[in-house]
Nanobody
Framework: QVQLVESGGGLVQAGGSLRLSCVASGRTFSLSGMGWFRQAPGKEREFVAA????????YYADSVKGRFTISRNNAKNTVYLQMNSLKPEDTAVYFC?????????????????WGQGTQVTVSS
Protein backbone atom coordinates (compact mmCIF):
# COMPACT_ATOMS: atom_id res chain seq x y z
CA GLN A 1 0.00 0.00 0.00
CA VAL A 2 1.00 3.59 -0.52
CA GLN A 3 1.98 5.64 2.49
CA LEU A 4 3.03 9.27 2.40
CA VAL A 5 4.96 10.91 5.23
CA GLU A 6 5.55 14.66 5.30
CA SER A 7 8.22 16.48 7.26
CA GLY A 8 9.88 19.88 7.42
CA GLY A 9 7.12 22.01 8.83
CA GLY A 10 7.65 24.44 11.68
CA LEU A 11 7.49 28.01 12.91
CA VAL A 12 9.16 30.69 10.81
CA GLN A 13 9.08 34.47 10.65
CA ALA A 14 7.53 36.25 7.71
CA GLY A 15 9.99 36.43 4.85
CA GLY A 16 11.66 33.20 5.87
CA SER A 17 11.90 29.85 4.12
CA LEU A 18 11.05 26.22 4.75
CA ARG A 19 11.45 23.07 2.71
CA LEU A 20 8.85 20.36 3.07
CA SER A 21 9.57 16.76 2.14
CA CYS A 22 7.20 13.91 1.45
CA VAL A 23 8.50 10.35 1.30
CA ALA A 24 6.32 7.74 -0.39
CA SER A 25 6.28 4.01 0.04
CA GLY A 26 5.17 1.65 -2.71
CA ARG A 27 6.11 1.08 -6.31
CA THR A 28 3.84 3.61 -7.99
CA PHE A 29 5.50 6.86 -6.93
CA SER A 30 7.63 7.29 -10.06
CA LEU A 31 4.55 6.79 -12.26
CA SER A 32 2.35 9.26 -10.40
CA GLY A 33 1.74 12.95 -10.46
CA MET A 34 2.19 14.50 -7.00
CA GLY A 35 0.58 17.47 -5.35
CA TRP A 36 0.83 19.68 -2.29
CA PHE A 37 -2.28 21.08 -0.63
CA ARG A 38 -2.87 23.10 2.52
CA GLN A 39 -5.68 23.64 4.95
CA ALA A 40 -6.00 26.51 7.38
CA PRO A 41 -8.39 26.38 10.38
CA GLY A 42 -11.97 26.85 9.29
CA LYS A 43 -11.08 26.74 5.60
CA GLU A 44 -11.30 24.15 2.87
CA ARG A 45 -8.27 22.26 1.67
CA GLU A 46 -6.71 24.17 -1.20
CA PHE A 47 -4.30 23.37 -4.00
CA VAL A 48 -0.77 24.69 -3.64
CA ALA A 49 1.44 22.98 -6.25
CA ALA A 50 1.74 19.84 -8.36
CA UNK A 51 4.12 18.16 -10.74
CA UNK A 52 3.94 15.42 -13.32
CA UNK A 53 5.54 12.01 -12.84
CA UNK A 54 8.85 13.24 -14.22
CA UNK A 55 8.77 16.63 -12.56
CA UNK A 56 9.20 18.29 -15.95
CA UNK A 57 5.87 20.08 -15.71
CA UNK A 58 4.81 21.96 -12.61
CA TYR A 59 1.66 23.83 -11.61
CA TYR A 60 1.10 26.44 -8.91
CA ALA A 61 -1.71 28.30 -7.23
CA ASP A 62 -1.57 32.01 -8.01
CA SER A 63 -1.06 32.78 -4.34
CA VAL A 64 2.29 30.95 -4.22
CA LYS A 65 3.58 31.41 -7.76
CA GLY A 66 7.11 32.81 -7.74
CA ARG A 67 7.61 31.95 -4.06
CA PHE A 68 7.14 28.14 -3.87
CA THR A 69 8.85 25.46 -5.93
CA ILE A 70 7.82 21.82 -6.21
CA SER A 71 10.36 19.20 -7.20
CA ARG A 72 10.85 15.47 -6.91
CA ASN A 73 13.50 12.79 -6.76
CA ASN A 74 12.09 9.51 -8.05
CA ALA A 75 15.18 7.59 -6.96
CA LYS A 76 14.34 8.60 -3.39
CA ASN A 77 10.55 8.38 -3.72
CA THR A 78 10.42 11.94 -2.44
CA VAL A 79 8.64 15.12 -3.44
CA TYR A 80 9.65 18.52 -2.06
CA LEU A 81 8.08 21.91 -1.61
CA GLN A 82 10.54 24.77 -1.24
CA MET A 83 8.75 27.74 0.29
CA ASN A 84 10.40 31.16 0.19
CA SER A 85 9.23 34.64 1.17
CA LEU A 86 6.69 33.12 3.51
CA LYS A 87 3.72 35.19 4.62
CA PRO A 88 1.41 34.84 7.64
CA GLU A 89 -1.38 33.81 5.24
CA ASP A 90 0.67 30.73 4.31
CA THR A 91 0.02 29.34 7.79
CA ALA A 92 -1.73 25.99 7.43
CA VAL A 93 -1.32 22.25 7.63
CA TYR A 94 0.40 21.13 4.43
CA PHE A 95 -0.40 17.77 2.86
CA CYS A 96 1.23 15.88 0.04
CA UNK A 97 -0.92 13.67 -2.16
CA UNK A 98 -0.41 11.10 -4.89
CA UNK A 99 -2.45 11.27 -8.08
CA UNK A 100 -3.58 8.06 -9.79
CA UNK A 101 -2.19 9.20 -13.16
CA UNK A 102 1.03 10.70 -14.43
CA UNK A 103 -0.45 14.18 -14.81
CA UNK A 104 -1.94 15.70 -11.66
CA UNK A 105 -4.90 18.02 -11.30
CA UNK A 106 -5.74 20.77 -8.86
CA UNK A 107 -8.80 19.29 -7.15
CA UNK A 108 -8.24 17.32 -3.93
CA UNK A 109 -10.93 14.87 -5.07
CA UNK A 110 -8.66 13.62 -7.85
CA UNK A 111 -5.96 12.39 -5.48
CA UNK A 112 -5.84 8.86 -4.24
CA UNK A 113 -3.41 8.85 -1.32
CA TRP A 114 -2.67 11.46 1.34
CA GLY A 115 -0.09 12.08 4.01
CA GLN A 116 -0.94 13.04 7.57
CA GLY A 117 0.13 16.65 7.11
CA THR A 118 2.78 18.93 8.59
CA GLN A 119 2.08 22.25 10.32
CA VAL A 120 3.57 25.44 8.91
CA THR A 121 3.19 28.58 11.00
CA VAL A 122 4.42 31.95 9.76
CA SER A 123 4.60 34.73 12.34
CA SER A 124 4.35 38.38 11.43
Amino acid sequence: QVQLVESGGGLVQAGGSLRLSCVASGRTFSLSGMGWFRQAPGKEREFVAACTWSGDSTYYADSVKGRFTISRNNAKNTVYLQMNSLKPEDTAVYFCAQHPTTVPGTSPREYQHWGQGTQVTVSS
